[in-house]
């Protein structure tokens, strides 16, 4: 497995290479915001409260926990909500799957159970969960029977369309060209409907 350069910056992406939950909360946070910032922001959290694990996180009092991902640089523009949202995701994961993000994909589940399961977290909707589904085969090393199929079109490879195809400065680009054209191309159907 290659190195992850999600956040562009060492110690960012080392968490998130060596902390699957990590990962799984930097996806939750890559919504309204630069995935840079989403994808680094579990790092901020692990160097506030020493580390980076689901029952900790769970178990930590939620106006305690709100106010250390307010502190700046915060986490998120939106801390306070995605504080809670972070920590509902943590006790699902200490609820159903002992505390282990892997248990999602590493019981010899297919593609097709991987993204069922991913929806089913909070703050995880299809293309999200579709998204991080194709983010564990092209980097993470994690290809579940059918996950190409089953993560859609950024399931293919050679593609450039999200963070699952960010490997280093360039790609980011890449990725970040294709967004912007998506948004264009959305607004300009908006426009004529």
Known sequence: MAKLQLVQEPGADA????NPFA???GML?????????????????????????AATIADYDPDEFAALCSQTPAIHRF???????????????????????????????????????????PGFGEQKAKIFLALLGKQ???????????AGDYGKAGTHMSVADVKDAGSLQKVR?????????????????
Do not use: C, H, N
């Open 15 to 18: 968490l998130l290479e060596a």
């Open 23 to 25: 990962l799984l909360v």
């Open 29 to 53: 946070l890559d919504q309204q915001i630069p995935m840079e910032v989403a994808f680094g922001g579990p790092k901020k959290i692990a160097d506030r409260i020493g580390g980076f694990d």
């Open 79 to 121: 801390p306070g909500s995605m504080a809670k949202r972070v920590q509902a995701l943590a006790q699902v994961i200490v609820d159903e799957y002992g505390g282990d993000a892997t248990a999602l994909w590493s019981d010899g589940a297919s593609g097709a159970d991987v993204l069922r399961r991913l929806k089913a977290l």
């Open 140 to 150: 993470y090393g994690v290809t579940p029977t059918g996950w190409r199929a089953a």
């Open 177 to 193: 060209s294709y967004k912007k054209e998506m948004k264009a191309a959305a607004k300009a159907t908006k426009a004529k409907g």
